[in-house]
């Protein structure tokens, strides 16, 4: 399956924002590895879709909190695509689960999810970009900039907070070696856990997949050049 195309790994790719991004990023020219845990069968069914318009795509499953795993994932990607040009680290649980009620298994979750499987796949993504370069992009949220009391899901806010730092760090060390790393930090989006009625949000409306897909596109575009470090908050107006 190697490619000409610019390869592109979406992480929880299988619905969501994730598999909005993965098609766009097909419609746009590159081969897109599809990232799955437990949705295996809907991964599948977005390649299919994907392959049917033309674009090039795979599903590939892991668990990424096990570095095990994550290490397997990248090794399938140098196997069938050669090299990786674009990251995005979309990955991310979140259970709206009170502070004091969350048991340790949903820290841990919430963690795991967001700040380690960044980590680990930012980590084990390296030695598949080309010399020429590539682009990391990593989904924050609104807060994660704002250090204030949380009243639910302790282990998804902190980890958020670590991805902004994980992303400031790798980018500072990978600038030599021309790879970019940014964070899109979106407030309520379209698909949202208990997502609030329309007149309570500032700008009157959820932010759309089509919105982060924009900011997407100018991170990977030759125009971003020099942005890295950046946390690009597109939230309209909620947690100002």
Known sequence: MR???????????????????ATELA???YAV??????????????VQTIRREGGLAEALGADL????????????????????????NNAGTYQPVPWLGSRASDWQQGLESTATATFLCTQAALSLFPKSGGRIVNLGDSACERLTARKMAPGYHVGKVGVLLLTRSFA????PRRITVNCISPGYLENSIDLPPPRSLPGGR???????????????????????GTNLVLSRGWNL
């Open 3 to 21: 490619s000409s195309r610019p390869v592109a790994l979406i992480t929880g790719a299988s619905r969501g924002l994730g598999a909005f991004l």
């Open 27 to 29: 419609r746009d020219g």
């Open 33 to 46: 590895v599809i990232h799955y845990r437990s949705g295996r069968s809907r991964a599948v069914s977005l």
């Open 65 to 88: 909190a096990r570095p095990a795993q994550v290490e397997s994932l990248f090794r399938k990607i140098r196997q069938k695509f050669g090299r990786l040009d674009v990251l995005i």
């Open 172 to 175: 500072a060390q990978l600038a």
């Open 206 to 228: 959820a932010v759309t997949f089509g919105e982060i897909y924009c900011a997407v596109r100018y991170l990977l575009s030759p125009e971003a050049d020099s942005v890295t």
